[in-house]
């Protein structure tokens, strides 16, 4: 089974090798007929502590590596 690829905005970056990405998806209301846009936050795995808040980012899902980190940071996105 292929891993998930997501792309979001990293939200938080306090923890050492970890940042919070929130990563915004839009859908079409089954019955209003209006564009939503949901958030859901993940938090992911960064080896070198490279990325701000502020910064676009690709997330892939992995193993755990810890209780609630289950993506790593793959790349910084293109705008």
Same mark, same amino acid.
């Given at each position: 089974m292929?891993k998930?690829? &997501?792309?979001? =905005? #990293?939200?938080?970056?306090?923890?050492?090798?970890?940042?919070?990405?929130?990563?915004e998806r839009?859908?079409?209301?089954p019955l &209003?007929?209006k =564009? #939503?846009?949901?958030?859901k936050?993940?938090r992911a795995?960064d080896?070198t502590?490279s990325?701000?808040?502020?910064?676009?980012v690709r997330?892939e899902?992995?193993?755990?590596v810890?209780?609630t980190?289950?993506?790593?940071v793959v790349?910084e996105?293109s705008a």
């Amino acid at each position: 089974m292929p891993k998930r690829i &997501l792309q979001g =905005t #990293v939200t938080g970056d306090q923890n050492n090798q970890t940042v919070t990405v929130a990563v915004e998806r839009r859908y079409k209301h089954p019955l &209003l007929h209006k =564009t #939503v846009r949901a958030t859901k936050k993940y938090r992911a795995h960064d080896e070198t502590n490279s990325f701000k808040i502020g910064d676009k980012v690709r997330i892939e899902e992995c193993a755990p590596v810890s209780k609630t980190k289950r993506w790593r940071v793959v790349t910084e996105a293109s705008a």
